[in-house]
């Protein structure tokens, strides 16, 4: 078999799957195999697969085909400039939550080692990316789920990106003060909306890390305590609500609040300062 005929014959199985991309995975998944990159497969569409990449190919797909997250297929993901592992103990880093990172570079611009605590920090994604591209940014990430904090710790590792990684439920209260910045990425769907997402979701990404309410005020609430006069706090948002959270941050207190979209267009994220 060929790496062409490989490949149409993966993107048939996905999309039979209901996968919503399944050129576009059965490329990834291919090139992955094959240990190239997905232009390179089309600069050598006749190569014969031997039958250990046969094997492996068809491994991964159907990995894929039951609608496992591709990341966790992969068992790594690209995040700005990182690549970090990923499994089911944590969820898949995602584009919209980059623009969260480029909300608390700017926020952290001007301290020189400003102190940043990143509540639910799961893979480590915000924590990580925050400490390679502030260099002197003291980072402390903490969550409560000591599986999702065995990934970070790997992804710390891998990286060689010095963060303090604290196991620490956000209800217990957050670490003290004072932070010059609280960042978070919460659980914010609601229980009765898990069954309109998709299988990937719903089915593979841990529950504890999709699924909250009052998550996202009792973040706002709590950094209150903990942040210097002038701190910033920074909230990924489901889509298209971040006018809502920024309403709530009005009402605690917090000043010069500013929405941003995502890539797509839709309110993401949610920022502010306390006052001076």
Excluded: C
């Amino acid at each position: 078999m060929t790496s062409r005929e490989a490949l149409r014959e993966a993107e048939e199985r996905l999309a039979e799957a209901g996968v919503e991309t399944p050129r576009v995975d059965a490329e990834i998944l291919l090139a992955h195999v094959l240990g190239t990159t997905r232009s390179g497969l089309h600069t050598d569409s006749r190569r014969e697969l031997s039958d250990e990449e046969r094997a492996e190919l068809d491994r991964l797909v159907s990995r894929r085909a039951g609608r496992e997250p591709l990341a966790y297929v992969l068992g790594e993901w690209g995040f700005r400039r990182l690549t970090l592992k990923v499994d089911r103990r944590v969820l898949v880093p995602r584009p919209e939550t980059e623009v969260v990172v480029e909300r608390v570079l700017a926020r952290i611009a001007g301290p020189r080692e400003p102190r940043v605590l990143d509540v639910g920090t799961g893979s480590g994604a915000i924590a990580l990316s925050v400490a390679d591209e502030h260099p002197g940014a003291r980072v402390t990430a903490i969550d409560a789920s000591e599986d999702a904090l065995a990934v970070a710790r790997e992804n710390a590792a891998r990286t060689g990106l010095a963060v303090e990684i604290v196991h620490r439920d956000l209800f217990e209260g957050l670490p003290d003060g004072p932070w010059d910045l609280v960042v978070s990425n919460p659980p914010y769907i609601l229980e009765d909306e898990l069954e309109g997402l998709g299988p990937e979701v719903r089915d593979w990404e841990p529950r504890g890390a999709v699924v909250g309410e009052g998550t996202t005020e009792g973040v706002a609430r709590a950094a209150l305590s903990v942040l210097r006069e002038g701190g910033a706090l920074v909230l990924e948002t489901p889509g298209g609500r971040a006018e809502q959270v920024a309403e709530l941050l009005r009402d605690l207190g917090y000043e010069d609040v500013r929405v941003t979209d995502d890539l797509t267009g839709l309110s993401r994220v949610a920022d502010g300062v306390t006052p001076s």
